[in-house]
């Protein structure tokens, strides 16, 4: 049973740094894209990283130049390093990784996610 672990969320001030991490568990294999999405009360859940199987990164141009998607392969880890962060960049982060997406996942930058994290909460104050 695959399974994503996120940590790493939490309180910071307009300008500061957050990184979360995502433990995956579960594939029998290690070559899968993944992904990080973010979603605020009463907004669909959007896009913000991914990293495909190759290795190939994807950033939504709202966090583009301030945040940085890297995986540890043999840790089974996904990260998120955010700078430079905003109160427009507070919401609830998700972890997500390939899978079935009929049961409420979704497609895009060329990968289905289909599996999700429990989402952990970054808040930015001014």
């Known amino acids: 049973q695959v399974r994503l672990i996120e940590s790493g969320g939490g309180s910071v001030k307009t300008g500061g740094s957050v990184t979360l991490s995502c433990v995956v568990s579960?594939?029998?294999?290690?070559?899968?894209?993944m992904g990080w999405f973010r979603q605020t009360p009463g907004k669909e859940r959007e896009g913000v990283a991914s990293?495909?199987?190759?290795?190939?990164?994807r950033y939504s141009d709202l966090v583009k130049g301030r945040f940085t998607i890297s995986r540890d392969v043999n840790n089974n880890t996904l990260y998120l390093q955010m700078n430079n962060l905003h109160p427009g960049d507070s919401a609830t982060y998700f972890c997500?990784?390939?899978?079935?997406?009929?049961?409420?996942?979704?497609?895009?930058?060329?990968?289905?996610?289909?599996?999700w994290g429990q989402g952990t909460e970054v808040t930015v104050s001014s």
């Open positions: 997500a990784s390939e899978g079935d997406i009929r049961a409420g996942g979704v497609w895009l930058w060329r990968c289905p996610f289909g599996y």
């Open positions: 579960g594939y029998t294999y290690n070559r899968i894209c």
């Open positions: 990293i495909d199987s190759d290795g190939a990164l």
